[in-house]
């Protein structure tokens, strides 16, 4: 029993030297929370509009060569059509498999090219993120924050931050203008804001 209060105790005392640690290592002064939405951030960033311009020249590159597959699956399906009550039964089998493999690497084509686009995607934004989360930790730091936090979830998500008293901790527009891009310039990404 000595030993089990003895222990509450010694965790007791060391708790309490944590908190007294963690509340010497906050900024004096109002506690302030901000936030922004960094989908906005991206969409007006140049870079944004590189990656995307770059991504559809790959997306459109990887759909040629699948339409290339696709227009010799069809062409031999039109030709298999039009001839196959004619063929013997061992040429008809030969073609059907032949259709088959074809349409298994129009299939593996199609799943190829959209786990390329998505890591290509990936491969591209990252960047971009890293220059962001740089300008949201430089924001946040010059401006005494001790939040920031994200308006925007990801698509079809709902927001983090569900209610704002104000505008002012809104550091979108610091962001941005970190970022080397002016806030005030009006587009249609700003008006999702």
């Not at 290592?25 to 939405?37: A, D, Q, S, W």
């Not at 298994?104 to 934004?125: C, D, F, G, N």
């Not at 730091?141 to 936090?149: A, H, R, S």
């Not at 970190?178 to 249609?188: F, I, R, W």
Request: charge should be negative; charged fraction near 25%.
């Amino acid at each position: 029993m000595k030993n089990r209060t003895l222990f509450h105790f010694i965790f007791a005392a060391l708790f309490m030297n944590a908190a007294v640690h963690a509340q010497a290592n906050l900024p004096t002064g109002p506690f302030r929370i901000g936030y922004t939405n960094v989908d906005v951030v991206l969409s007006r960033l140049p870079e944004s509009k590189v990656m995307q311009s770059e991504l559809e020249v790959n997306k459109a590159q990887l759909e040629k060569a699948i339409n290339e597959t696709v227009k010799e699956f069809q062409e031999k399906l039109a030709a298999y059509q039009k001839d196959g009550a004619q063929m013997s039964d061992v040429i008809r089998a030969d073609k059907e498999k032949e259709l088959e493999s074809l349409q298994a690497r129009v299939q593996e084509s199609r799943a190829s090219a959209e786990q390329s686009l998505h890591h290509k995607q990936q491969q591209l934004i990252e960047p971009i993120f890293k220059k962001i989360n740089a300008a949201i930790q430089e924001v946040g730091k010059e401006n005494g924050f001790v939040y920031i936090f994200n308006m925007d979830a990801g698509q079809g998500t709902i927001p983090f931050i569900l209610f704002t008293a104000s505008e002012e901790n809104n550091v979108t527009g610091l962001i941005l203008k970190k970022l080397g891009v002016d806030p005030d310039k009006t587009d249609t990404a700003a008006a999702k804001e």
